[in-house]
């Protein structure tokens, strides 16, 4: 079993569409959890990071984290076709040193 | 201010060669991260270095692959005597290694290696 399991899609929607995106994992030792985005031949960019279980907002980008469930999400309200690319979560144990743990990635298609 | 440079951005070699992959990771920053991406695959992590000290190698595979990130100079990842499953695109990333609060890394825009 991976340790993160994330759909990979395609994932096609229209433009203006919620789109939710997910990922589950099954180690516990995780604490930090990520959303990367990477755009086709590009280096992948942080965009939302989060601690705890909850929510957090940034712009158009909601990031959810479910430490019980061992859920994490990310919504994208008003998609627009700019958010077409791959989203990647990926996740960090607590402590010390920085190894990060990859989901697959979702590719997401956002039509005009 | 410089992101993380990756170079080549294309790399081409035939079985049996060795490819040297070559990253300068951001200004200030002295923690470096290989990872390596296989088409429909997500990012795997290869090695951890510092100036000088390779701090995780575990997802470096055994033989042919070795990382160095030198006093002086950008890290290298070098793979001798590639073979065609060595093809992916392989990225480096770069943190400032904060001890405290997010230590976030910046990731470069890869190389890809193709094995004829």
């Known amino acids: 079993q991976k340790e993160v399991e994330q759909d990979p899609g395609p994932l096609s929607v229209p433009e203006g569409a919620i789109v939710s995106l997910n990922c589950t994992y099954s180690n516990s030792a995780f604490q930090y959890f990520m959303w990367y985005r990477q755009y086709s031949r590009k280096g992948p960019e942080l965009l939302m990071y989060?601690?705890?279980?909850g929510n957090k907002e940034d712009g158009r980008f909601t990031a959810q984290v479910d430490k019980s469930s061992k859920y994490i999400s990310l919504f994208i309200r008003d998609s627009q076709p700019s958010d077409s690319a791959t989203y990647l979560c990926?996740?960090?144990?607590?402590?010390?040193?920085?190894?990060?743990?990859f989901g697959t990635g979702t590719k997401l298609q956002v039509i005009p | 201010n410089a992101g993380v440079m990756q170079n080549p951005r294309h790399l081409v070699r035939r079985r049996g060669q060795e490819a040297r992959l070559r990253c300068s990771p951001m200004k200030g920053h002295s923690h470096v991260y290989w990872y390596r991406q296989l088409p429909e695959e997500g990012l795997k992590f290869m090695v951890y270095l510092q100036k000088e000290n390779i701090i995780d190698e575990s997802g470096m595979p055994k033989e042919r692959f070795s990382a160095e990130f030198p006093k002086e100079g950008p890290s290298i990842l070098r793979i001798q005597q590639v073979v065609r499953g060595d093809s992916a695109a392989y990225f480096c990333?770069?943190?400032?290694?904060?001890?405290?609060?997010?230590?976030?890394?910046?990731f470069g825009p890869g190389t890809r290696l193709t094995v004829l």
């Open positions: 990333a770069s943190s400032p290694g904060l001890t405290s609060g997010r230590d976030e890394q910046f």
């Open positions: 989060t601690y705890s279980s």
């Open positions: 990926a996740m960090l144990r607590s402590g010390g040193y920085q190894k990060v743990t």
